[in-house]
């Protein structure tokens, strides 16, 4: 028999939320940004020229994303 998890209501899920929003927020505040030499070494490892597309794939608020966007 397998167990099973109970699905929150929908109070509990906002509630969960907006806890994970506020700790994204504080989180990406205070962890430094990588460094810029990071991103110049992975563009020249990797080839990428401005207009490539690419896939960055994070679980984080886009301490990553950002640079590599351009933006």
Do not use: H, N, W
């Not at 506020?22 to 990797?46: G, H, K, N, Q, W």
């Amino acid at each position: 028999m397998r167990d099973t998890i109970p699905v929150p209501s929908e109070e509990q899920r906002e509630r969960l939320r907006q806890t994970f929003d506020s700790a994204a927020e504080r989180y990406d505040r205070v962890r430094p940004d990588y460094p810029e030499a990071l991103f110049d070494d992975l563009i020249t490892l990797t080839g990428l020229t401005p207009g490539d597309r690419l896939l960055e794939v994070g679980c984080a608020t886009g301490k990553a994303t950002r640079p590599l966007a351009g933006t």
